[in-house]
Structure formats: C-alpha cells, structure tokens
C-alpha cells in the first residue's frame, strides 16, 4: 500500500478474507501508532512516514516484542514454581501423615 492511499473496509476485509466488523478497529490502532492517518469525511488512508519514523516503530514493536516474551517467561517460571511448591506441600503433608 502507498502513502496516501485510502483505506475502505470493504476491499480491506474481502484483501485479507475476513468479516468487515474485524477490519472496523484497525484503523484506530493504526492510527495511534501513527501508521494510518484517519481525516475527518474521508476516513482513514496509509501514512506518509519518514526513515526515522519507521525505525521508530520498528524500535517500538521490537520493545514490545521481548516484553511480551519475558512476560511469558516469567509466567511459566512462576508456574513451575507453584507446582514444585505444590509437590514440596504434597509430600510434607505425607511426611506428617505418616
């Protein structure tokens, strides 16, 4: 897609083989991470951005991308942990038992 062209829900959800409710927030996304450009009457059309902008963006999701990842990371590490705790507490309670 280049700079300036218009965006229409319509050819964008029949592009992509999706339902046009799906395409309705996109726009808006986009739009705050400055990659559509939304003009009051005409809708939203593809951005205009520089190198910089573009190595910004790009910076940006690489961020996001290793956040999600040790967001991840740390989930399953906190999950082993509770069930090694939970076998620990198991087997005490056995101990006690017995």
């Known amino acids: ?3 300036g062209e218009r965006l ?3 050819t964008l ?3 992509m083989g999706v339902s046009r409710p799906s395409i309705r927030e996109a726009p808006t996304q986009l739009a ?3 990659l559509v450009t939304i003009t009051p009457n005409k809708g939203p059309s593809v ?3 520089t ?3 573009a190595q910004d963006i790009y910076h940006v999701r690489a961020r996001r991308a290793n956040r999600c990842a040790a967001s991840r990371h740390v ?3 906190a999950t082993a942990a509770r069930e090694s705790l939970d076998g620990l507490s198991d ?3 056995g101990l006690q038992a017995g």
Do not use: H, N
């Open 1 to 3: 897609m280049l700079p």
């Open 8 to 10: 229409v829900e319509a």
């Open 13 to 15: 959800a029949k592009r």
């Open 32 to 34: 705050a991470e400055k």
């Open 47 to 49: 951005a205009a951005i």
């Open 51 to 53: 190198w910089s902008d």
């Open 75 to 77: 989930q399953a590490a």
């Open 91 to 93: 087997r005490l309670r």
